[in-house]
């Protein structure tokens, strides 16, 4: 079945930094969707992408799909405390109905 | 306008029972989901349904039972809890993207 490969799996970085992360599919999505979720929280939508190639901006996050639509990255920039928690990536094959498939997650750590 | 809620937040079991967790919509989404989440797992799927009284495995669906009688409550039974069942449950719609409700936490002892 499809697959999902997050990387990293933890990410252990001092405020202010940069971060990026990434995830790659064994097939072909039409959709990639980027969640965080915080400590006891369910997750929550950050960025949505439709379309290969797509460069998309929510605040500081940067998100992009890939041209092959077998990958995605997600660019966190001058990284805070609150930004915090787990990201997924997730992909979606054809339309809107079809099943969301889930990264492990990057589970990201700031050092004071 | 809660959107997606869950109940218990958490809940404290023993080996055996049975357990029912609570999921209520109040969209009118026809997809509802239901996840468990383990370290190292990520979120893996329980059930899902489509629609009222239309419902489907997952990838873990053993020891679960699923109802969907209406289409804003889509309850998860633990028939008789194991203790590989301590975990926290989320559920979800969809409608293009999902909608996370605030987990479940559930220990079993």
């Known amino acids: 079945g499809q697959q999902l490969n997050q990387s990293p799996q933890s990410m252990f970085i001092q405020e202010g930094e940069d971060v990026s992360m990434n995830c790659t599919s064994s097939s072909i999505f039409n959709t990639w969707l980027w969640y965080k979720q915080d400590p006891g929280e369910g997750p929550v939508l950050l960025i949505a992408?439709?379309?290969?190639?797509e460069l998309t901006s929510n605040g500081r996050l940067t998100a992009q799909f890939g041209i092959t639509r077998k990958d995605s990255f997600l660019n966190i920039s001058a990284s805070i405390p609150s930004d915090v928690g787990i990201y997924f990536c997730?992909?979606?094959?054809?339309?809107?109905?079809?099943?969301?498939?889930f990264g492990k997650g990057t589970r990201l750590h700031i050092l004071p | 306008d809660a959107g997606i809620t869950q109940s218990p937040r958490y809940k404290i079991t023993e080996t055996g029972r049975q357990v029912t967790l609570m999921c209520h919509q109040t969209w009118s989404h026809s997809y509802m989901f239901w996840y468990r989440q383990d370290l190292g797992h990520g979120l893996r799927l329980i059930y899902y349904s489509a629609a009222a009284d239309i419902t489907d495995k997952g990838e873990v669906p053993d020891g679960y039972v699923v109802s969907r009688s209406k289409t804003e409550n889509f309850p998860l039974t633990l028939e008789s809890a194991t203790r590989s069942q301590t975990s926290v449950y989320f559920c979800a719609t969809q409608a293009g993207t999902q909608y996370f409700g605030p987990g479940t936490r559930l220990t079993v002892l």
């Open positions: 992408l439709y379309k290969a190639g």
């Open positions: 997730a992909g979606q094959a054809m339309n809107r109905d079809d099943k969301i498939i």
